[in-house]
């Protein structure tokens, strides 16, 4: 069965610095794999997503993410944060010819002014 | 604009009652899922429709229902038997197709008394 491993629940990071979001999949086939962004109370919103094309994948608001088969990661960063990016984000795979999604348990970014 | 509605966006029950989530979308989208959603946990699936009356369980089924009757809806029950109902509840919606994105609605936080 397909997974996704997200370290340290909480992470602090300056506004302006580089935000870097690790996330490790397994998966016994070619992965799919995404992150989406959580703001509080609100639902889940795709930042981007990986589908075997370029390994390195730019989303939205200045966010990428790079793939890379021989360390099974997908991290995502942003070169500079801005308060506006304080909010829960979620790596998840889909692997194995169904529609279904295995979420990691999410980073919970604070951005220090 | 197309999307996906869940209601109420928060609900209060007394313990050992039933009650109904709504999810409805507008997407055109075959496949649904509800998820439950709790604090340093990530998203886990509850259960997930493919098509039009017809279902799976995800990985935490127990203590919940579902129905598909329609294309656009796709409701959850969570019964008395459900031991810790108190959760924030995501919908989300897909194309029946690998490597598609889900679409999340905003969410139900459900409370029990």
């Known amino acids: 069965a397909q997974s996704v491993t997200q370290l340290g629940s909480h992470v602090s990071v300056s506004e302006g610095a580089l935000v870097l979001l690790r996330c490790n999949y397994s998966s016994s086939v070619p992965p799919y794999l995404f992150w989406y962004v959580q703001y509080p109370n609100q639902g889940l919103q795709l930042l981007l997503k990986y589908t075997s094309a370029a390994t390195l994948v730019k989303g939205i608001n200045g966010f990428e993410a790079e793939f890379k088969k021989s360390e099974t990661s997908f991290h995502l960063t942003k070169p500079s944060a801005h308060m506006r990016d304080a909010a829960e984000y979620f790596c998840?795979?889909?692997?194995?010819?169904?529609?279904?999604?295995?979420f990691g348990k999410g980073n919970q970014v604070v951005v220090i002014p | 604009d197309g999307g996906i509605t869940q209601s109420p966006k928060y609900l209060f029950r007394k313990e050992g009652q039933n009650v109904t989530l709504s999810c409805e979308q507008n997407?055109?989208?075959?496949?649904m899922y509800w998820y439950r959603q709790d604090p340093g946990q990530g998203l886990r699936l509850i259960y997930y429709?493919?098509?039009?009356?017809?279902?799976q369980k995800g990985d935490i089924a127990e203590g919940y229902s579902v129905s598909r009757e329609k294309k656009e809806s796709f409701p959850l029950t969570v019964t008395s038997a459900q031991k810790n109902p108190t959760a924030f509840y995501l919908c989300?919606?897909?194309?029946?197709?690998?490597?598609?994105?889900?679409?999340f609605g905003p969410g139900t936080r459900l409370t029990v008394l």
């Open positions: 429709s493919q098509i039009v009356n017809d279902f």
């Open positions: 997407l055109n989208h075959d496949a």
């Open positions: 998840a795979v889909a692997s194995g010819g169904n529609n279904r999604l295995a």
């Open positions: 989300a919606s897909s194309i029946r197709r690998q490597a598609n994105e889900q679409f």
